[in-house]
Each structure stands twice: as C-alpha cells, then as structure tokens.
C-alpha cells in the first residue's frame, strides 16, 4: 500500500501560468481532500470530495478547480497562479471507520513557489 | 475554518523526559487524531481515537479522547532524539476535519 501519493514534489510557476497538482489513493477511501499550509496560519481546506462525482469548496477555493477523476484520483488545478499561492500542497483521504467516525491520511506535499 | 486550541505553542525538553500537550475544542466531535510532522514531509497518523473516554497507547505514545468528547491529549514518554517535529491534533465530524495549530516539540540530547 503506498496510502496517498502525489506529484509533483516541487514545482515553480511563473505568475499566469497554469498547472495541475495530481493526487492518487489505494486505500478505497470515498473521501478526498485538499488543503494547503502556510506559515503559521495552520491547514486550510481549498476543497473536498465527500464521493466520486461530487466536490464542495473548502475555506479557500478562490483560484482553485478540483477535479474528482475517479475514486482513487482527485487532482487540483490553478488557472492562473499568483505569488499568493505559494504554499505547501497537501492531498489527504478519509475512510470511515463505524457510522460516524472518520481517519484521515495525508500525502507528503507538493512544495510550489509562484514568482 | 474553526481551529482547536492547541497547547503548548512549543516545547524544549531533555532526552528522557516525559510530554504532554493537549487539544481543546468548543464543538464535540466523532474522532480525534494525533498527527506528528517532520520539517518537508506530510502529516503522519499517530493515533485515532473514536470513543469518549478512549484511552489508546502506540509505543511510548499515548492518547485520551475526553468524556466530554470536547478535549484530547497526547502524552510521549522517555522522550528522544527523533520525536523532534510539530504535533497537531485533529477532530472530525462529519466529513469535515479541524486542527489545531500544533506543538512544536525539541528535544536536547
């Protein structure tokens, strides 16, 4: 099992360029997220996918597209990236364990620095 | 997004010495997760709580979630060199997960 991987690791975007930051999971989770981590300002949730087909916008979604692309893939697309999105990426996914607990794991981060 | 209370801030210990931090929440929650985070890496699991009052050890590592279901401490014992990093709690309700803004934990050989 490799739990949550993603891609890339490091990327460096000019500003207005575009990219997608790619997230798989083989743990048959229904749960996707994205969230991002800035210097004392904690984790933040850009987006979620509660199930396959279905995504809802986090704390901050502004300049941010989700695609759920299957169960085990959920990617994160910036348009037109700005120097304020410079920030670590994290994807994590969620199993439940029960009818109402859930156990999220993370990936190891995209790190993207936009000049 | 609501953040947990998480204390202490940071920590400076001797090898050998026992931690505790805690989280506090004003919402009840279904779990609580204990996560530990090298510099460059992501989260990783310690533990998961799911039950109030849930008191669940992973090596020298031990967690309570509260019977309050409000709270949650973490507990390391005999402290080393590699239990450097940030510790950060997490409750979960519904598909949504909250955290605390960590503890940063050094330990001086």
């Known amino acids: 099992n490799a739990g949550v991987t993603q891609t890339p690791k490091f990327q460096v975007l000019k500003t207005g360029q575009s990219m997608t930051l790619q997230c798989a999971q083989d743990m048959n989770h229904n749960s996707m997220y994205w969230y991002r981590q800035d210097p004392g300002m904690g984790l933040r949730l850009i987006y979620y996918?509660?199930?396959?087909?279905?995504?809802d916008k986090g704390e901050v979604p502004n300049g941010y597209n989700v695609s759920r692309l299957n169960k085990r893939e959920f990617s994160l697309r910036l348009e037109s990236a700005a120097p304020s999105q410079t920030s670590v990426y994290f994807c994590?996914?969620?199993?439940?364990?029960?009818?109402?607990?859930?156990?999220?794991?993370f990936g190891p981060g995209t790190r993207l620095l936009v000049l | 997004g609501q953040q947990l209370n998480q204390s202490p801030q940071s920590m400076f210990i001797q090898e050998g010495e026992d931690v505790s931090m805690n989280c506090t929440s004003s919402s009840i929650f279904n779990t609580w997760l204990w996560y530990k985070q090298d510099p460059g890496e992501g989260p990783v699991l310690l533990i998961a709580l799911y039950k109030a009052g849930e008191l669940t050890s992973n090596g020298r590592l031990t967690a309570q979630f509260g019977i309050t279901r409000k709270d949650s401490f973490l507990n390391i014992s005999a402290s080393i060199p590699s239990d450097v990093g940030i510790y950060f709690c997490?409750?979960?309700?519904?598909?949504?997960?909250?955290f605390g803004t960590g503890t940063s934990l050094t330990v001086i050989p």
């Open positions: 996918s509660a199930s396959e087909g279905t995504t």
């Open positions: 997490a409750g979960n309700t519904g598909n949504q997960f909250y």
């Open positions: 994590a996914s969620s199993g439940r364990r029960g009818s109402l607990q859930e156990t999220q794991y």
